[in-house]
């Protein structure tokens, strides 16, 4: 089992950053992915961000690459989404997933296994 906990949510004005952390407890795995996902109200839920738990290779959507980072530190057990110049489209319930996963799948959710509570982030135009 493995358990994850988001942070780092809020409310930001349009291009502005924010950076959010997955604290991952448990049984993890070098051979795990961990992602991002998003879910806006009464939408569905969007890849974001992949990285390997042993931090070989990053994915991003179409639409955060450039704006979006994402980076593990293994000594923290931690997963950190760093997004800057934010727009008011990207407002949306933010996930931390994990899971071992197929590379080919990682942009899918429902390939994932583990799941935290979400943080909710909002950008004002």
């Known amino acids: 089992q493995v358990q994850l906990v988001e942070s780092g949510g809020g409310l930001v004005q349009a291009g502005g950053s924010l950076r959010l952390s997955c604290v991952a407890s448990?049984?993890?795995?070098?051979?795990?992915?961990m992602g991002w996902f998003r879910q806006a109200l009464g939408k569905e839920r969007l890849f974001v961000a992949a990285?390997?738990?042993?931090?070989?290779?990053?994915h991003y959507g179409d639409s955060v690459k450039g704006r979006f980072t994402i980076s593990r530190d293994a000594a923290k057990n931690t997963v950190y989404l760093e997004m800057n110049t934010l727009k008011p489209e990207d407002t949306a319930v933010y996930y931390c997933a994990a899971g071992l996963i197929p590379a080919n799948w990682i942009t899918t959710w429902n390939f994932y296994d583990y799941w935290g509570q979400g943080t909710q982030v909002t950008v004002s135009s």
């Open positions: 448990g049984r993890t795995s070098s051979d795990y992915y």
């Open positions: 990285i390997k738990w042993s931090g070989a290779g990053t």
